[in-house]
């Protein structure tokens, strides 16, 4: 997804053991049960003393231990809605037993919610009038389905990660660019690793900033508020949303594989033409192309403006896990439960407020834009080639407890707004001499917005 060359301004070193490069081969321990004593899921939470106190005033600020408070929290609810929580904030509660998911898992998931997404709204426009609003939960279950397909199975899948079988993985992978029109499978997963898993990861030959930088006009310098606003506006621009739709199929076309043109030409064109002798045009429009369009590259540019923070002005030393893992950290969705010992009255308000909150807010945040495993992205960029990717957040968690193996302490934000003023700071602060747009010598249009999905 390399945008274009850019003044000579990374590190000279090349990375020559794990150490030094910010992608570690070696997967960490298979995801176990963390061998912790905290009390049962759903049990009541354990009071928090003096000394656990004063060791969290002691730890930086934003990084982890085992037991998160936010997510802690929640330990009050019924048991039987703390797994459907974990999966929800991408936090488990410490000591909470794993569940085994596989790949096969995540790629029916995803195929599933794609189709029967397709079909709710198609249900809603057939019918019309009142049926009509069955169109909203069908975009998000297709626009969902859709996510999930990039962001982690066209994601391990270029990282030969999928189901390990070289051959099997770009199958897929190819499905899945004629079927999203993305970048080509063969382009991404050349350069996603050699642009944004390598020394070149957040400077001006990643995409990410790129994308920052061009897509999105953002610079150091600027307010949050101002980025802010920039980036809803294009949000809602039809300018931006057809330079990114053209741009989208440019980067697909250019130089893909036979088979994807292939599956392309069948889905869009013996698909378009079936729908304009049949009379359905309007309805594949609607059905289709509203949530792979506007709304999936609504998605993508809020997930961009998270995925990774801007190394602060000054750092000399770019190389190490230390560096590389500073740039990353995990977004958990949702916030603290109301507390114990209120007066009736008043916790029923809270409480009453709190589920309005992760009901309307939290959960379409994790559902339609932080999807999948991008909730805890910081643990792939510790171990991309890990097996344990489709386990990911009680991987993560189980990294976590065991110490994070050499790697720095993990970080976290708390809710969207919170992970994207972090990531805005961090480019109002960069230095502006190094992330200057006019020192990227030149931009391919075609590819420029492929840096979104990353």
């Known amino acids: 997804m390399r945008p274009g060359n850019t003044a000579s301004h990374s590190p000279t070193t090349r990375h020559t053991d794990s150490d030094d490069a910010p ?58 809605l703390q797994l459907p929580l974990t999966f929800l904030t991408g936090r488990p509660l410490a000591g909470q037993r794993p569940v085994a998911l596989s790949p096969g898992f995540h790629l029916a998931t995803a195929s599933l919610s794609v189709l029967a997404g397709a079909a709710v709204s198609a249900t809603g426009f057939v019918l019309g009038t009142w049926f009509l609003l069955l169109l909203l939960p069908g975009w998000a279950m297709t626009l969902h389905g859709q996510r999930n397909l990039r962001m982690m199975i066209y994601h ?16 897929i992978g190819n499905v899945i660019s004629a079927l999203l029109v993305i970048q080509n499978f063969e382009r991404y ?26 897509s999105l006009d953002l610079h150091p310098g600027m307010t949050r508020r101002r980025m802010w606003r920039r980036v809803l506006l294009k949000a809602v621009s ?66 961009l403006c998270v995925k990774h923070t801007f190394p602060a002005p000054g750092t000399t030393v770019r190389r190490g896990r230390e560096y590389f893992g500073s740039l990353t950290n995990a977004i958990f969705i949702g916030e603290a439960a109301p507390a114990p010992g209120l007066p009736a009255a008043t916790a029923a308000l809270r409480w009453l407020r709190w589920s ?99």
Request: aromatic content about 10%; glycine content about 6%; proline content about 6%.
């Open 23 to 80: 992608q570690t081969t070696t997967a960490p321990p298979s995801t176990t049960a963390p061998r912790t004593t905290t009390a049962p899921q759903g049990a009541t939470a354990p009071r928090t003393t003096a000394a656990a106190k004063a060791a969290a005033a002691a730890r930086p600020a934003g990084d982890e231990t085992a037991a998160d408070p936010v997510r802690e929290s929640m330990r009050r609810l019924p048991g039987p």
């Open 156 to 171: 391990q899948c270029s990282h030969r990660n999928m189901f390990g079988h070289r051959r099997l993985d770009t199958v």
């Open 189 to 214: 997963s050349r350069e996603h690793v050699a642009d944004h898993h390598a020394v070149h990861h957040m400077t001006l030959r990643d995409p990410t900033v790129q994308a920052f930088l061009i």
């Open 238 to 303: 039809p300018r931006f949303h057809l330079a990114f739709a053209i741009s989208r199929v440019r980067s697909f076309w250019h130089n893909s594989a036979a088979a994807e043109k292939a599956v392309a030409v069948a889905l869009y064109g013996g698909g378009g033409v079936a729908a304009v002798l049949l009379g359905a045009w309007p309805a594949v429009l609607v059905v289709w192309f509203v949530p792979v369009g506007v709304l999936y590259q609504i998605s993508n540019t809020l997930r």
């Open 356 to 454: 309005g909150r992760m009901a309307l807010v939290h959960f379409p945040t994790r559902y339609l834009v932080l999807t999948g495993d991008t909730v805890v992205h910081d643990y792939h960029h510790r171990y991309p080639a890990s097996r344990q990717w489709h386990d990911y957040i009680f991987a993560r968690q189980q990294d976590l407890v065991d110490g994070h193996r050499n790697w720095p302490a993990y970080t976290a934000e708390w809710g969207l707004v919170a992970a994207i003023n972090r990531v805005f700071d961090s480019l109002s602060a960069a230095d502006p001499e190094e992330f200057d747009v006019a020192r990227i010598r030149s931009v391919s249009k075609r590819e420029l917005f492929a840096a979104f999905d990353d």
